[in-house]
């Protein structure tokens, strides 16, 4: 098992440039969550998912897009990257309302 | 308002020292409440998770209280050693709804030599 996958770790953009970052779930749970997490702040959720297909709004979701075309997957796309998008992304899976299990984090830095 | 604040934000301990780690929320209906540890560029990981009708729970030398009625809980270390240096982040999860998880900004605690 390898849990919550999320790639890329590190990456750096230019504004306006696009990416998307990857999302993986080994663990067969229904429900997936995009945070980013800056200092001095809680972890701030994006979008999430409760099951294939769907998507919903978090507290933060200007500026973000996703998809969950896969149960296994969840997709996070910045169609034109701003430095206030600068911040640590943390993908999570879980059962309904147990544990979250969380990636790795992947590091962006917008220029 | 669902809120969950943490205190202290952060705290230096000599190894060896116990500490303790204050979260208060207002979550409502609360349905349980987790400590995660962050260790520095990883993802939190689940410590202890409490329900409304338990008071307390270990899991090595951590020790989480709650108390539900005044909405409080508490996270002890026991013995600090130099990898609980970590972000203590307290996690409140209302009983309804996918968007459910509530986070504290967390404590940063560091155990010095």
């Known amino acids: 098992n390898a849990g919550v996958t999320q790639t890329p770790k590190f990456r750096v953009l230019k504004t306006g440039q696009s990416m998307t970052l990857l999302c993986a779930q080994d663990?067969?749970?229904?429900?997936m969550y995009w945070y980013r997490q800056d200092p001095g702040m809680g972890l701030r959720l994006i979008h999430y998912?409760?099951?294939?297909?769907?998507?919903a709004k978090g507290e933060v979701p200007d500026g973000y897009n996703v998809s969950r075309l896969k149960k296994q997957n969840f997709l996070l796309g910045l169609e034109s990257a701003a430095p206030s998008q600068t911040s640590v992304y943390f993908c999570?899976?879980?059962?309904?309302?147990?544990?979250?299990?969380f990636g790795q984090g992947t590091r962006l830095t917008v220029v | 308002k669902n809120q969950v604040e943490q205190s202290p934000q952060s705290l230096i301990i000599l190894e060896g020292k116990n500490c303790t780690l204050q979260?208060?929320?207002?979550?409502?209906?609360?349905?349980?409440l987790r400590w995660y540890k962050q260790d520095t560029g990883r993802g939190p990981v689940s410590l202890t998770i409490?329900?409304?009708?338990?008071n307390t729970k270990s899991n090595g030398r951590y020790t989480a209280t709650l108390d539900a009625d005044t909405k409080q809980s508490s996270l002890h270390i026991t013995a600090s050693q130099l990898s609980d240096s970590a972000s203590y982040i307290c996690?409140?999860?209302?009983?309804?709804?996918?968007?459910?998880?509530?986070f504290g900004t967390g404590t940063r605690l560091t155990v010095i030599p």
């Open positions: 979260c208060n929320y207002t979550v409502s209906p609360f349905s349980n």
């Open positions: 996690v409140v999860s209302a009983q309804t709804g996918a968007n459910n998880l509530f």
């Open positions: 999570a899976s879980s059962y309904s309302t147990s544990e979250a299990f």
């Open positions: 663990m067969n749970h229904e429900y």
């Open positions: 998912s409760v099951g294939e297909g769907t998507t």
């Open positions: 409490m329900t409304f009708s338990e």
